[in-house]
């Protein structure tokens, strides 16, 4: 990779983020890193864009992504030991994004420890073709459990976007919202993008993420350096720096 060797103005600076709370990160368990190699790839160019900490956030999803704490921190720990013989000098922790299924669920009735984002952040996503049906009992069910979910790319929930007032719905349940940054640049289509807009002006958005998978995404991240939706976010209640 060598997008950040290009003149730095072409190089957005998101050091004013702090954090990143999105990031398939963590080798071979997902669909992101499939190596360590990758990995160390990936997390040299977000320091280079500025970071100061990065939370690898690896899918569980039933027998497609079966991941669970100890898989998921003997990962972080393998990085790290790469990450410290790289002289790369960024923090880095692990959570998951936990996919709302029965699986999930399970977890929930049984009580067991969720992996956070920090604190009691919980990154949850649903299905891209339709929403559970009972999305509004388990994000309680999270808070009754002291848990705080935020939903990881709401403006990709395209189906929804001619019942914008289940977003309002999903909020008023207590629900905080993860804008994916790559969303911005229209890098999942028009429709996407004009739906963050829309949850933008509505002030919805509590967090930023790259949700990076691969090295490509890093190159796509430079398409924000010209965003003007992304200098409106510098004014922005972001939770970002919280998770520091």
Known sequence: MFFWRKKSAEIPDL?????????????????????IETSVEMIRGLAALGYQKLIATPHILGDIYPNTPDIIRGKLAEV???LQDAGINVALDA????????????????????L???????????????????????????????????????????????RREIFDTVKDAGCLFQLNMLSLTGHYGRSVKELAEYLLEKGYYNFLGTDLHHPRHLALLQKLATSPTLHAFRDYPLLNKNLL
Do not use: C
Not at 22 to 33: C, K, R, S, V, Y
Not at 98 to 103: A, G, K, L, N, P
Not at 116 to 131: G, H, I, R
Not at 148 to 155: F, N, R, S
């Open 116 to 162: 956070t984002l920090k604190d009691n952040y919980v990154l949850v996503e649903f299905s891209m073709v339709t929403a559970p049906y009972e999305l509004q009992q388990v994000f309680f069910e999270m808070q009754i459990q002291d848990y705080q979910p935020v939903l990881a790319h709401p403006e990709r929930y395209i189906y929804l976007d001619r």
């Open 95 to 114: 959570a998951a994004e936990y996919f709302i299924d029965d699986h999930f669920e399970d977890l929930l009735r049984e009580k067991a420890p969720l």
């Open 80 to 82: 790290r030991i790469a």
């Open 15 to 35: 050091s004013w983020l702090a954090a990143d709370m999105h990031a398939h990160l963590l080798p071979g368990i997902d669909d992101g890193a499939p190596d």
